[in-house]
């Protein structure tokens, strides 16, 4: 009986959709704010927090939570996204290790900390050092968010958002670069991991190159943060519980900028 009761909660949240009123609900003020629930209103909820969820091939993958998606988005794009994730964290980790003063010079962090373009009256360098475990959590962030976009960029029926021409391309590019051929040696093997960092580069640069106008998630990346305001049971973030997210994003481009 207690079984049978669980089985029907599960298949009635499998088939929850996310409203985009909030009329006959407890008033969530941040979530007004946001905006996520009108742009991802009419989507499952269990299907958009399992396009983040991680890759069998991926350490984070866990069988008693995560699903394997090679049925629904092929086995070898799965095998290539899992390489994109790990040419991503490579990028990030040495991002990290080249934002200090040695490397960029202080002149350089203070510049990217500046709470306003052209103001001088704040010379608090940019902090860029972060403790392994808190460095883990921000690529998290980065590499839900290339999930996101690697499983939506070609299928219908998802959460819309405007990728440019240049963006498509450096996609692509980057997909390609993630394609392991058959017999490839260990040296081969080496060249494809540089290609597909540099790949991994160029792409999310390209990401966060685009004017918004009126509709932020016209954005790739607004989009992904919009749906990583869903946590694991599909409830929505509290403000509080989201600036991690928020500080990875923002923290992480910073890094880019000064690599």
């Given at each position: ?8 909660r ?78 991503t ?14 490397h ?42 290339l ?63 685009q ?7 016209d ?38 900028g000064?690599?």
């Amino acid at each position: 009986m207690l079984d049978s009761v669980k089985a029907a909660r599960a298949a009635k949240q499998a088939e929850h959709r996310i409203e985009g009123s909030s009329r006959g609900c407890v008033a969530n003020p941040w979530l007004d704010f946001v905006g996520w629930h009108r742009h991802l209103a009419g989507m499952q909820v269990k299907e958009m927090v399992q396009l983040v969820w991680p890759t069998k091939d991926e350490a984070e993958f866990d069988e008693s939570i995560h699903e394997a998606q090679e049925s629904v988005y092929g086995e070898e794009a799965e095998a290539a996204l899992a390489r994109a994730c790990q040419a991503t964290k490579r990028m990030i980790r040495y991002a990290f290790t080249t934002s200090t003063v040695e490397h960029v010079g202080r002149a350089t962090l203070e510049a990217v900390n500046r709470r306003e373009t052209g103001m001088k009256d704040n010379e608090k360098p940019f902090y860029g050092q972060l403790k392994v475990q808190s460095l883990r959590k921000y690529m998290q962030v980065w590499i839900k968010m290339l999930r996101y976009i690697w499983r939506t960029a070609d299928r219908k029926n998802v959460p819309r958002y405007r990728s440019t021409k240049a963006q498509r391309t450096q996609l692509e590019r980057f997909r390609a670069a993630c394609q392991k051929p058959e017999g490839e040696c260990q040296q081969d093997a080496r060249w494809r991991q540089e290609a597909a960092e540099k790949a991994s580069m160029v792409f999310w640069v390209q990401m966060f190159d685009q004017e918004l106008r009126d509709n932020e998630f016209d954005s790739g990346i607004v989009s992904a943060l919009a749906v990583l305001g869903l946590d694991e049971n599909g409830d929505w973030k509290a403000a509080f519980n989201y600036t991690q997210v928020l500080s990875a994003a923002v923290s992480l481009l910073v890094w880019f900028g000064l690599d």
